[in-house]
């Protein structure tokens, strides 16, 4: 039988949560050996703690495979030497880079870690003669391009949202133009796991409304709620579709490949399909009214608290409200080639969604306190369904 190869791969950006998830990963399903270089200022056993939590949740408690982890510190910035030794003495070869600044206008962030620390980490991969360069990017890094983003360079579009996508696209030039085999993978928006909902990331994207929401909106209960939400469809990825992704491209032995890592289209819900399924299940108030930007919204006649929540969520609406296209080839052919690549929908959403809910004690408490406010009210019948649904699949917990 042939062995398979093992590899000593350097993590960047692991006490994140696509590096963490990233690590566990490799962990949980290759030989590979991680090495993964924190920043300081970060305790070694909340990493591990961090990387068991994703490892316990894909099904291996024991975390033997933990023995092939190792935790180090990544060099300052510029400090050539440093990252020449860091790769020397872990022997690598092979870089997965998913650090990155995701403050959409602080340029100062922004270029410390897509420029500079790409600059640093494609130096020393250079010198240490790596195999392959994975660099973890966006797939909105096309910006608010007419066209779909090709799974190549991408031009310059336009306009961007902000200044984020600009330099993300610059920085896989640089990785592009390195002259190292490289792999950009650009996941749209990660979401919780499809099978169970799971999600230990930080508060982006979808995460960011409901956290908001739960945070701002559920101080009472309000009859009607208005938000910005478009009949586009919102460019979420499960997180399994994510990783299986990644080592997919790697197994195929992938170089000089841009991915597109964005669910299949059809089955997408629309923003609007969203907010409709968050408020009969989680918010339920008598009317909701959507429009296509802030702008179209009654904002002064809000209450202070629901203008405050239309003004946190503003840049994310701007971005959900623009039609996203890709170019999918790569997907497609992974995915005829057998890659497992769980699509998201309105009824996988709901998972996460029931998952936030759970581990939400805002969002318990606005619950328990609709309850009592209506206790007529009719139990929610889908939501019902759904709890049973949940009930029977690994970890289903609904509205407790
Ligand atoms: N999450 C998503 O939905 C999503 C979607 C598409 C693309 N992405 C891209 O994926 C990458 C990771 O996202 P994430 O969701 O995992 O974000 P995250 O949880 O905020 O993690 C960011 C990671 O990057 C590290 N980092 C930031 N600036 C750095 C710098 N200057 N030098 C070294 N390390 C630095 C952080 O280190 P510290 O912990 O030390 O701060 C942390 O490990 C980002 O580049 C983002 O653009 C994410």
């Known amino acids: 039988m042939k062995e398979a190869i093992v590899a000593r791969v350097l993590v960047i950006g692991g006490t994140g949560y696509l590096g963490s998830l990233i690590g566990a990963t ?3 399903k290759t ?5 993964l270089a924190a920043r300081p200022g970060h305790q070694r056993d909340d990493i591990v703690a961090r990387l068991r939590m994703e490892m316990t949740a894909a099904g291996d408690p024991d975390g033997a495979a933990l ?35 995701v403050h959409y206008f602080d340029v100062e962030a922004l270029q410390a870690s897509t420029i500079d620390l790409v600059n640093d980490l494609l130096r020393a991969s250079k010198e240490a003669r790596i195999n392959r360069f994975i660099h973890v990017s966006t797939a909105f890094a096309c910006g608010f391009s007419l066209e779909p983003s090709v799974e190549a360079l991408l031009p310059e579009p336009p306009a961007d949202p902000t200044p984020y996508t600009r330099f993300k696209r610059r920085s896989e030039y640089l990785v592009a133009e390195s002259g ?10 990660v979401i919780g796991d499809s099978r169970d909902g799971h999600y230990f990331g930080p508060d982006y994207g979808v995460y960011q ?21 478009s009949d586009h469809s919102l460019p979420l990825v499960h997180q399994d579709a994510f990783v299986s992704t990644l080592l997919a491209v790697r197994a195929r032995g992938a170089c000089g490949a841009f991915v597109n890592v964005v669910s299949p289209e059809e089955q997408l819900p629309s923003v609007k399909a969203l907010w409709r399924q968050y408020c009969d299940l989680v918010v339920r108030p008598h009317r909701l009214f959507c429009y296509d930007s802030i702008e179209e919204a009654p904002v002064r006649e809000l209450d202070t608290r629901h203008r405050a929540f239309l003004n946190i969520t503003a840049i994310n609406s701007r971005i959900s409200s623009w039609g996203w296209r ?10 005829e080639e057998g890659l497992v690549f769980p699509p998201v929908t309105l009824q996988s959403v709901r998972k996460c969604q029931s998952r936030f809910v759970a581990s939400s004690p805002a969002t318990r408490d606005y619950l328990q306190k609709f309850e009592q406010l209506f206790p007529d009210a009719p139990k929610q019948p889908r939501a019902r369904a759904l709890a049973d649904a949940l009930a029977e699949g690994p970890g289903g917990s609904w509205l407790l």
């Open 26 to 28: 490799l962990l949980e």
């Open 209 to 229: 409304y409901w956290e908001s929401f739960a945070k701002v909106m559920m101080d009472r209960y309000r009859d009607t709620i208005h938000v910005v939400a």
């Open 326 to 335: 890709f170019d999918t080839t790569h997907r497609d052919r992974l995915i």
């Open 180 to 189: 190292l085999p490289f792999i950009i993978l650009r996941p749209s928006i």
């Open 67 to 101: 023995e092939r982890l190792r935790i180090v510190r990544l060099p300052a910035p510029g400090d050539s030497r440093g990252f020449s030794s860091l790769f020397r003495e872990n022997r690598i070869d092979e870089v997965i880079n998913c650090a990155g600044a």
């Open 31 to 35: 030989q590979d050996f991680v090495v």
